[in-house]
Every structure is written in structure tokens, then in C-alpha cells.
């Protein structure tokens, strides 16, 4: 059995319960009904700037634990029953108690959630999984030199230029595409190939990942007033903060290094020990587009109206909720598929592709 790392296990439930923030930020209603420039707009925002970072971790962390894997086909096939449980189980319920998603396509997308791009990270992350025997034989071909400046290249490349001028020349789609989780994936890579955690503290990175994080919500402050004042209207006060810009990024490597440097006590490590393994089933269920469009759109928003106080607690409170809640019920399908022998199945069919790959490649 493979040890986990505790360090990355507390970064991968810091993202989770990021994302999940963001949910109830976005599609629960808050930023969209906060009065526009009012105090609980902008602490919305701040909240929001805060957590911006969430998906670049996880592509981070791809990167940082595959460099010197190869994808095993058990891990792929464990992933892809995971999804399709969570995808018939939710179109089933859905099917149940509300007739309008009763399509032909819903039905069909229930069945493929990958190709129907149930959830747009997850559909990404399998394009990813294709590439990553070839990025980590490029990443280790590489000088450190080559590779460094690589990265800085399209770290400012993209991250500055693409987020002024977007153009998408590269198709990235603000980063909803497989092409920026490669690309994360490779600054995740780097970080573990040349064991970047040893070069800062974890304090100094927390204090430079709260750094970037002003700097993103003062660029959105700056922009908006700037182009009111010159243009008569808010334009483009969106500009930095998006998965691509180079102050998220930079904020998700430094929240990492933080979390591989922070020492974590026996209390926490048995929290992450029990939270880590529910992280995925956490997305998936409450980003189901069932979910997401039928209980938790505009949810929470008569909060937007609250004392900024009532604002901050209701969010935490709403996303401790929603992460704890969907870890219990991930944990109860972790169990299922225990006794239902899913993993063995899957070891089951590994080992049969292996020898049928050295049967026909290699005799």
C-alpha cells in the first residue's frame, strides 16, 4: 500500500474546500446579487480572490506526484467508476424526482460523463492523462536551466500577455482545458524534480501566497475605478483574476510550498488522513450539474444582503457544510466500492492489459 503524504493529502483538502467556496460565492447567488461597490461586494470578492487559485492546485499537485510515475491503467479505470457512479447515481435521482431532466441527451451524457463533459475539470484531466507519459520523459531530458526558463516564458507569456490582450491564441479558455493543466502540471513537475520546498520557509510562502492575493484583488479595485473614471463605465476589472494569470499562479505554487514546509501535528494528520480520499467525491457531487443548477444555484442569495459579518460566517459555514457533508457520503461510497470489490476489479483488469501489451509488443 502506497504511504501518503500528508503534506500534499492537506493541500489537496485546502483546494477542495476552495473550489467549494467558490461555488457558493458564484453559483449560490452572493457575488451576483451583492450591491455593486458596497462593502459586502467587495468582502465577497475578497473571498472569492482568495480561494481563485483552488483548480490551478490540483493540476499543481498532478504534476508534483506523476513526474516519476506512470499512469497505471487500475488508477484510470478506479477514476472512471468513480465518475460514472456519481454521474448515473445523481441522473437516477434527478430522473426520479424532477421530469424535466428527463432527456435523451441527459440520459446519454449520464452514461459517457467524460465525453459529455459532465464536469469540465474531470474531462480535461483524462486529455491530461494522455500526455503525461511524454511530459515526464521531456521533464527529465530537460536541464534544470532549459526548463526554468521555460516556464518563466510562459508564465509571463500567459500570464500577463494573455490575460491583457485575450486573444487565446493558445486556446486556453481562461484555463477550463486540458492545455493549461499540462502546463500546470509541468510547474508541479518542476517543484518536485528540483525539490523547491527546501528553498523558502513555509511562513515566507504563506506570507508571498497572501501577497499575490492583494495584488489580484487590488488589480480588480484599480481597474474597475480607473476605467469608470476615464471610460464612464467598468471594463475588464476582471482581468487578473482568472486561472491563468500570473498572480494565481504564482498564489496556488506558493499556498503548495506552504503546505510541503508546514509542520502537521498527529490531531491534524489523522484529519487529513480521513478527509483526503473523499476530496474528489466532494467536486463531483456538488459540481453534478443537477446539483449545481437545482440546489445550490442562487441558494445563498439573500446572504448578498447580510451584515458583511453574517456574509463571511454564512460562506464558511455553507462550505464547511457542503464539504463535510459530501465527504460523509464519499466515504460511504469509498466503502461500497470496497464491498463490492471495485478495486479488484480493476487490478484484475490491469494485469490482464499488461500481459496482453508483453504478449503482443514484446514476444
Request: aromatic share 18%.
Given at each position: 500500500m502506497t504511504k501518503r503524504d500528508y503534506h500534499v493529502d492537506l493541500f489537496r483538502i485546502i483546494a477542495t474546500i476552495f473550489v467549494t467556496m467558490l461555488h457558493v460565492l458564484g453559483q449560490g447567488g452572493i457575488l451576483n446579487n451583492a450591491v455593486p461597490d458596497g462593502i459586502n461586494y467587495w468582502v465577497a470578492w475578497l473571498l472569492e480572490v482568495f480561494a481563485y487559485c483552488a483548480v490551478n492546485c490540483f493540476a499543481l499537485i498532478s504534476g508534483y506526484v506523476m513526474i516519476n510515475k506512470t499512469v497505471k491503467i487500475k488508477n484510470v479505470l478506479k477514476l472512471w467508476f468513480q465518475v460514472l457512479f456519481y454521474?448515473?447515481?445523481?441522473?437516477?435521482?434527478?430522473?426520479?424526482?424532477?421530469?424535466?431532466?428527463?432527456?435523451?441527451?441527459?440520459?446519454?451524457?449520464?452514461?459517457?460523463?467524460?465525453?459529455?463533459?459532465?464536469?469540465?475539470?474531470?474531462?480535461?484531466?483524462?486529455?491530461?492523462?494522455?500526455?503525461?507519459?511524454?511530459?515526464?520523459?521531456?521533464?527529465?531530458?530537460?536541464?534544470q536551466k532549459m526548463f526554468r526558463n521555460f516556464l518563466i516564458i510562459v508564465l509571463i507569456g500567459i500570464g500577463v500577455f494573455d490575460c491583457i490582450m485575450p486573444i487565446d491564441a493558445l486556446v486556453l479558455n481562461n484555463g477550463y482545458s486540458p492545455i493549461w493543466l499540462i502546463i500546470l502540471y509541468l510547474f508541479g513537475a518542476y517543484i518536485k524534480k528540483y525539490d523547491l520546498k527546501i528553498k523558502i520557509t513555509a511562513w515566507k510562502s504563506?506570507?508571498?501566497?497572501?501577497?499575490?492575493?492583494?495584488?489580484?484583488?487590488?488589480?480588480?479595485?484599480?481597474?474597475?475605478?480607473?476605467?469608470?473614471?476615464?471610460?464612464?463605465?467598468?471594463?475588464?476589472?476582471?482581468?487578473?483574476?482568472?486561472?491563468?494569470?500570473?498572480?494565481?499562479?504564482?498564489?496556488?505554487?506558493?499556498?503548495?510550498?506552504?503546505?510541503?514546509?508546514?509542520?502537521?501535528?498527529?490531531?491534524?494528520?489523522?484529519?487529513?488522513?480521513?478527509?483526503?480520499?473523499?476530496?474528489?467525491?466532494?467536486?463531483?457531487?456538488?459540481?453534478?450539474?443537477?446539483?449545481?443548477?437545482?440546489i445550490i444555484k442562487d441558494a445563498f442569495d439573500m446572504?448578498?444582503?447580510?451584515?458583511?459579518?453574517?456574509?463571511?460566517?454564512?460562506?464558511?459555514?455553507?462550505?464547511?457544510?457542503?464539504?463535510?457533508?459530501?465527504s460523509a457520503i464519499d466515504l460511504i461510497r469509498i466503502q461500497l466500492f470496497k464491498l463490492i470489490r471495485i478495486n479488484s476489479f480493476c487490478e484484475i483488469i490491469d494485469d490482464k492489459i499488461s500481459r496482453l501489451y508483453i504478449k503482443v509488443f514484446r514476444e
Open positions: 454521474s448515473l447515481f445523481f441522473a437516477f435521482l434527478f430522473f426520479l424526482f424532477v421530469p424535466e431532466t428527463r432527456t435523451a441527451k441527459n440520459l446519454v451524457v449520464a452514461f459517457f460523463p467524460v465525453f459529455g463533459k459532465q464536469w469540465w475539470y474531470i474531462s480535461s484531466y483524462f486529455g491530461l492523462l494522455l500526455f503525461i507519459p511524454i511530459l515526464n520523459t521531456s521533464v527529465h531530458n530537460l536541464s504563506l506570507l508571498f501566497f497572501v501577497v499575490m492575493v492583494v495584488l489580484t484583488f487590488l488589480s480588480k479595485l484599480v481597474i474597475r475605478y480607473a476605467t469608470r473614471s476615464v471610460l464612464g463605465d467598468v471594463k475588464l476589472d476582471d482581468t487578473f483574476i482568472s486561472y491563468i494569470s500570473i498572480t494565481l499562479v504564482l498564489a496556488s505554487v506558493f499556498l503548495f510550498l506552504f503546505c510541503l514546509n508546514v509542520k502537521i501535528g498527529p490531531f491534524f494528520q489523522k484529519a487529513v488522513h480521513l478527509f483526503a480520499p473523499a476530496t474528489l467525491g466532494v467536486y463531483l457531487i456538488h459540481v453534478h450539474p443537477f446539483v449545481f443548477d437545482y446572504v448578498a444582503h447580510k451584515h458583511a459579518v453574517i456574509v463571511v460566517l454564512c460562506v464558511l459555514t455553507a462550505t464547511l457544510s457542503i464539504f463535510l457533508l459530501c
